[in-house]
């Protein structure tokens, strides 16, 4: 299996080197760095050099690497690097740097546990805390970077965060669990407002401090339709080739469709079986391990609503000067406000200048110009957009080129060639990104209804939270012909 | 090897010179000086006076911080063992992780350590039991086999399924260190017993060491029901490496497949990539010869897959998914025609998602029917071009590609109009309309030159398929293409399309007339070659226009300083011309105007069923078999040998070299080594008085060469041995003494040190090749620099010499016997 494992950051410093089986030189790290530092930007997430592979996953500007002699499997390796990644970060509070330098005892200890001989053996976070006996140092208040984590600090400020406090104050806390149902969205707009994608993909996440060994219950929102195998039973597997998305809108059109989902180990196979394609209740029966982990995972591919409604429109006046107007309009309930709202908006390399004017009436909105040798782009942040509230923004483009008049000596062809000109730089400016992040809110709607400890009166502390994330959020400017 | 240990040592002394500068408060981030080792040796030894176990933790946490660093502390080996014998577990713990990283180079001293380890196999702790028995197998020297086989033994027996599981991973260890000692017959069955254990770590266990030492072992089918009945006890990687075995097994009949793949079902749709993959494997190979059957599981894949794809997180997962999609569209090109939407790129990917998400694309684009969806994947790609443009030149390839695959249907649906008209016209008009103007240098800004270039070299393939357009192209490519800075590519495929209708487009010979005189000379031949068939093509439709030019071109050809192709065909070309107009224009233009219909690229593809066959391995992300990058076992043991022999003889010259120094009596055997060494030495003094007017006079080294130990240690790894020799010394010379010779003619010293009672010194040199033109090797094989290991070892006074260089010739002749000529200062015993 994998030969070693270690962590570098983005100087190529090593952080972390554990051999697990010593068929590979020891300078291995240094080959990678060189290697990844010559490709630049065509690098891929695995490569052969010298007949040994290099597997590696970057998070936090940190790399990652397994190196091995053998013919692995890629996927196994990823998701094993992810994990230890989510391990490191589950006892050292928050994945950076200077964490892991600060308890690199406490990982070889890990890391010691996490494989043996290159096989992985045991990597859940509760029966690892049987191996290790260092106790993690935490660095001095940063902001800690999950999501979960940073949620718990605004509850409860003054509770820490790394396991081993939790451990400690065990007899004192109480039953507890963390939940966050946690939405990305992908949409993608053309130029003539034609929507292309609207996709939602979203998880449930869970951080878990229960006491014993619990069998819980959640319930979601029942007008939800999961497509999950169950359902398909092997006559499904025949309708295949007719529309899969509209048929079970005509049995019931008010459930929503998702399209696909799968479950943590925990949670064996789904949903409880309740006897029926039609007579689904949504719950889910399972024993949460420890600390962190993802129970549910699910894909929306054909949503209709889409939290902001952005407008474009591009003119050109002058053959060297482009006049664009956006306006972006947040589509829910004004109870909810967006953490931040942000636009970038590229322009053409041969921009010469740029001047904006906003709405007047908002405040906490800043536009900023950024000038690279080979990018410009506009950067539009809107602090508090909340809902049914509309803004706009209005550039004006000069690009560096000749001027109309001189250019006018061949006049028959004039104006054919200023819209070609125009096309062309105009293809340039675009697409706008939109992102954002808007607690307390579920794009899809799906909501948990009910969480339980089955054989239990007690019911757990609940901390739920809802969270919808931009994923790729795309609006293009220009027109293709 | 060894000198690349050693210089990447003092390398990353210094990297980390540069780091502390960061100001890391923490006392074992601080800088590290060379007296730290004495410190660290000498705190340590306090420490266990004291017997301060946070001090020693502290200290050993230092120690193992400069070990990760790759600095080298093998020095402090005898002082860590040391403190071993703590009932502290983290320090045992870290003395163990320090021990096993250095066992390597301390094999003598590991006898020490052996009665520690086989104490802690007795504690009471089965964590500790368990430490000290994995790190015992993973000691990397042969003087433990026999007391682990011992511990082992005793130990598969355990109580504790830890303990048990790690012994199991141990004989996996000792069988891969000395295959030839270990006791098959005793410890093969027992590991087939233990994967009836109950402890599910201990069953995986038992089929990886199988895995191990039995590679290719199958498993039964009363196994596969024991291990499905237990399957949802696994962790997810457990499973996948059971899955693994799984998919190598062959069901006897169909129905025993299908009753495994109803079991599996469920591991479709798990949230871990590596377990549904493994699953889709298994899947795919049992139902290998059941088409219908096959065909449903394709369609019950599909889903899971791009949900992974879409909802991982980490882009390499996702990557990888995207692979195996791409592989199944080889088998199933229909699967995924409904799902194109979902690979569009999304803004925020990476650089490899991104092209691979082209080729995706294409293929679905490809495969499809449906005259709207081509009609989008198409308008999405093309807003791919304003991209970067590794990204541009892909989605440039993949809408050509789409183009030609539909050529069947362009009645029903004509989508060349389309492309031509939507892609690549537009590019091309710009061109034109900007040259209208006054001053080349204004419009630079309108035109963006990488869309342009790739959009000529897909334009000539696009043409090739469709050559009616041509008529629609000409009349864009005019000579105001010729002021962009184009690659050849696109420089070829713009001389292509002239020759192939010179009629249409009226500036063509003069076209070709400003190409040829302002921007001929620069051109790589293949564009001179193609101009030259062009301007004849031109010449046969348009004889009044092209008679002045041509005769230029065929002259300037035939001259003697071109590339001999392009010089034998202009040869060739102005013989046919002269022979008969007529039959010259036949020949040349024979391939003219004949549509083809596929590119040869397409149609081969002989990887993807053995690639298939390797589902979910690494091959599939390569897109290359493993036979091509994963070496097999027997070149790895055959390597292995060639080393051990290796060091057999250069031990057994050692010890020749002892009883020259100890057993003066017995001088027969020495007497042979050293005559043989004489001769050698004697033979390369011949060729120096052979050829005194070679030597000095032509060969110069530079003064003051420059090396980095890292471009030496890439060197040193990189290049073969260029010679060796070995000189018995009647004294230890110092470094000092050698190298106040050497660096006097420029032959400097890198680094030197002593290890384990050897001294290893390293020297570079570059040869001065300023007056020296006739220096024929030179330009070919790379940079004329000459490295030298010497290592004496410190009892016998064995001095070996290894020389290395690009240029072997120069090596042997020049530099080897000026280097011992120098050398014979110090050592005057050289040349006796």
Redesign the interface.
């Known amino acids: 299996?994998f030969s070693q494992f270690f962590i570098l950051n983005n100087?190529g410093?090593?952080?972390?080197?554990k051999?697990y089986?010593?068929?590979i030189?020891?300078?291995s790290?240094?080959t990678f760095f060189k290697y990844i530092l010559s490709m630049k930007?065509?690098?891929?997430?695995?490569f052969?050099i010298n007949?040994i592979?290099y597997?590696?996953?970057k998070?936090r500007e940190m790399y990652f690497v397994f190196t091995t002699?053998?013919?692995?499997?890629?996927?196994?390796a990823?998701?094993?690097?992810?994990r230890a990644s989510k391990i490191i970060q589950d006892y050292t509070a928050s994945l950076t740097e200077e964490a892991i330098?600060?308890n690199?005892?406490l990982i070889?200890?890990l890391l010691?546990e996490l494989m043996?001989?290159g096989?992985?053996?045991?990597?859940?976070t509760e029966t690892l805390k049987?191996?290790v006996?260092?106790p993690p140092k935490p660095i001095k208040s940063k902001e800690s970077e999950s999501i979960i984590d940073n949620f718990l600090s605004s509850v409860k400020p003054i509770h820490s965060n790394s396991i081993e406090n939790n451990n400690s104050n065990n007899n004192n806390t109480e039953n507890e669990i963390y939940i966050d149902l946690c939405e990305r969205i992908?949409i993608?707009i053309a130029s003539n407002g034609q929507v292309?994608?609207n996709?939602i993909?979203g998880?449930i996440q869970m951080k878990s401090y229960l006491k014993g060994n619990p069998v819980l219950s959640l319930g979601l929102s029942p007008e939800f339709l999961f497509?999950?195998?169950s359902n398909?039973t092997?006559s499904s597997?025949e309708n295949?080739n007719e529309n899969e998305t509209t048929q079970p809108n005509l049995d019931n059109p008010n459930r929503f469709v998702i399209?696909?989902?799968?479950?943590?180990?925990c949670a064996?196979?789904?949903f409880v079986d309740n006897g029926g394609y039609n007579n689904q209740n949504n719950i889910i029966n399972f024993r949460p391990p420890q600390g962190d982990f993802?129970l549910l995972?699910?894909?929306i591919?054909h949503n209709e609503y889409s939290p902001f409604l952005v407008k474009t429109n591009l003119e050109s006046t002058q053959k060297n000067k482009f006049d664009l107007v956006v306006n972006i309009r947040s589509n829910f309930s004004n109870k909810v406000v967006p953490n931040f709202v942000s636009v970038s908006i590229p322009l053409?390399?041969?921009t010469k200048s740029c001047q904006h004017s906003l709405d007047y009436g908002y405040q906490n909105q800043t536009v900023e110009f950024k000038q690279t040798p080979n990018s410009n782009s506009i950067f539009w942040s809107i602090k508090k957009l909340r809902g049914g509230m509309e803004t706009t923004l209005r550039l004006s483009i000069i690009?560096?080129?000749?001027t109309s008049p001189?250019?006018s000596?061949?006049v028959n062809?004039n104006n054919?060639?200023n819209n070609?000109?125009n096309?062309?730089?105009k293809?340039?400016i675009g697409?706008i990104?939109l992102e954002f992040s808007m607690p307390q809110f579920s794009c899809s709607t799906l909501q948990i209804k009910f969480l339980r400890m089955l054989g239990s009166n007690v019911s757990p502390t609940r901390w739920i939270r809802y969270i919808t994330d931009s994923?790729?959020f795309?609006k293009?400017v220009s027109t293709?012909? | 090897m060894k000198a690349g240990n050693n210089v990447g040592n003092i390398v990353t002394i210094n990297n980390n010179n540069n780091n502390a500068s960061q100001g890391k408060k923490e006392s074992y981030f601080s800088e590290i000086k060379k007296s730290e080792i004495g410190l660290l040796k000498m705190n340590l030894s306090n420490a266990v006076n004291e017997r301060d176990a946070e001090k020693i933790k502290e200290i050993l946490q230092r120690i193992i911080y400069f070990m990760t660093i790759g600095m080298d502390v093998s020095a402090l080996f005898p002082d860590v063992i040391m403190v071993g014998s703590s009932n502290n577990i983290v320090i045992k713990k870290l003395v163990y992780l320090y021990i096993v990283h250095y066992s390597k180079s301390n094999p003598d001293l590991l006898l020490l350590v052996i009665n520690t380890i086989r104490r802690d196999c007795t504690d009471r702790n089965p964590i500790i039991r368990g430490l000290a028995l994995r790190s015992l197998c993973s000691l990397d020297s042969e003087t433990i086999l026999e007391y682990a086989n011992v511990e082992i033994g005793k130990h598969l027996t355990d109580f504790s399924g830890y303990v048990r599981k790690t012994a199991l991973l141990g004989l996996a260890k000792l069988y891969h260190l000395s295959p030839k000692s270990f006791d098959l017959d005793t410890f093969i069955p027992s590991i087939y017993g233990m994967i009836m254990d109950q402890d599910p770590q201990v069953i995986v266990n038992a089929i990886s060491a199988l895995n191990e030492i039995r590679p290719g072992w199958t498993f039964t089918f009363d196994l596969v029901q024991h291990l499905m009945s237990k399957f949802k006890e696994f962790n997810e990687w457990s499973q996948c490496i059971i899955l693994d075995c799984l998919s190598r097994y062959k069901p006897s009949n169909e129905e025993e497949g299908l009753e495994i793949l109803n079991l599996l079902d469920d591991r479709l749709s798990h949230s871990n990539s590596a377990v549904t993959l493994s699953t889709i494997k298994i899947f795919l190979k049992y139902t290998d010869d059941l088409e219908e059957i096959q065909e449903q599981v394709y369609e019950r894949i599909k889903e899971p897959l791009i949900t992974l794809m879409e909802n991982s997180e980490s882009n390499e997962t996702s990557y990888t998914i995207l692979n195996h999609i791409y592989l199944l569209m080889s088998r199933s090109p229909k699967l995924f025609n409904k799902y194109y939407k979902q690979f569009y790129c999304k803004y925020n990917d990476p650089m490899y998602i991104k092209t691979l998400k082209v080729k995706v694309l294409q293929e679905i684009a490809a495969n499809q029917t449906y005259i709207e969806a081509i009609d989008e994947i198409v308008t999405e790609l093309s807003e791919y071009l304003h991209e970067d443009h590794s990204l541009c030149k892909q989605a440039m390839n993949a809408i050509t590609d789409i183009a030609q695959k539909h050529k069947k249907n362009q009645e029903k649906y004509p989508i060349d109009k389309h492309i031509l008209e939507r892609i690549f016209l537009p590019f091309l008009k710009t061109t034109i309309d900007t040259s209208g103007g006054d001053g080349v240098g204004d419009h630079s800004g309108f035109i963006n030159e990488t869309i342009l270039s790739y959009s000529l070299i897909c334009l000539k393939d696009f043409l090739r398929v469709y050559p009616k357009h041509l008529n629609n192209v000409l009349p864009y490519i005019t000579s105001s293409l010729l002021q962009y800075t184009l690659p050849p590519q696109a420089n070829e495929s713009i001389l292509w399309m002239l020759g192939e209708e010179p009629n249409v487009q009226e500036d063509t010979p003069y076209i070709i007339e400003e190409f040829f005189k302002d921007h001929f000379d620069q051109q790589p031949t293949f564009i001179k070659i193609q101009l030259l068939t062009t301007s004849l093509k031109v010449f046969f439709e348009r004889p009044g226009e092209m008679l002045p030019i041509i005769r230029d071109i065929i002259t300037k050809c035939s001259n003697l300083s071109q590339d001999p192709d392009l010089h034998e065909i202009s040869l060739f070309y102005s013989r046919i011309l002269l022979l008969d107009v007529e039959k010259a224009s036949s020949i040349i233009n024979a391939s003219k105007n004949q549509p083809i219909n596929s590119f040869l690229e397409d149609e081969t593809n002989e990887y993807r069923d053995k690639i298939f066959d390797e589902f979910n391995t690494l091959s599939v992300l390569y897109c290359k078999p493993s036979l091509i990058f994963i070496k097999s076992k027997e070149e790895v043991e055959n390597e292995k040998n060639q080393i051990i022999e290796n060091q057999k003889n250069y031990l057994l010259s050692i010890t020749n070299g002892n009883n020259n120094n100890n057993n003066n009596n017995n001088n027969n055997n020495n007497n042979q080594q050293s005559t043989t060494n004489n001769s050698d030495s004697k033979s390369i003094i011949k060729q120096i008085e052979s050829s005194p007017s070679n030597l000095i006079d032509t060969f110069m080294l530079e003064q003051r060469p420059e090396l980095s130990p890292d471009e030496f240690q890439s060197l040193w790894l990189s290049l073969e041995d260029g010679h060796n020799f070995d000189i018995q010394l009647d004294r230890f010379i110092d470094n000092s003494e050698i190298e106040s010779v050497m660096s006097k003619e420029g032959i400097l010293c890198l680094a030197f040190g002593s290890v384990n009672d050897q001294t290893k010194l390293y020297y570079y040199a570059r040869q001065n090749i300023v007056d020296d033109p006739l220096q024929e090797q030179n330009q070919t094989n790379g940079t004329p620099v000459f490295i030298i290991e010497i290592i004496i070892d410190e009892k016998s006074l064995l001095m070996s010499i290894l020389f290395k260089s690009p240029l072997l010739k120069t090596l042997h002749t020049k530099f080897i016997p000026k280097f011992l000529s120098l050398l014979s200062i110090p050592i005057p015993k050289i040349f006796n």
Do not use: W
């Open positions: 299996m100087k410093d090593t952080i972390i080197f051999d089986r010593f068929d030189p020891k300078d790290n240094d930007s065509d690098i891929t997430p695995s052969n007949d592979n597997l590696y996953i998070k002699r053998q013919l692995v499997s890629p996927s196994l990823f998701e094993l690097l992810n330098r600060l690199f005892i070889y200890e010691d043996d001989y096989v992985p053996q045991s990597t859940s049987a191996f006996f260092t992908t993608l292309l994608r996709e993909i998880k497509k999950t195998n398909r092997a597997f295949e399209d696909d989902c799968s479950f943590h180990e064996g196979s789904g993802t995972k699910y894909r591919s053409p390399k041969s690009v560096d080129g000749p001189t250019h000596n061949n062809n054919n060639s070609i000109e096309s062309t730089i293809k340039e697409p990104g994923k790729s795309v293009r293709n012909s």
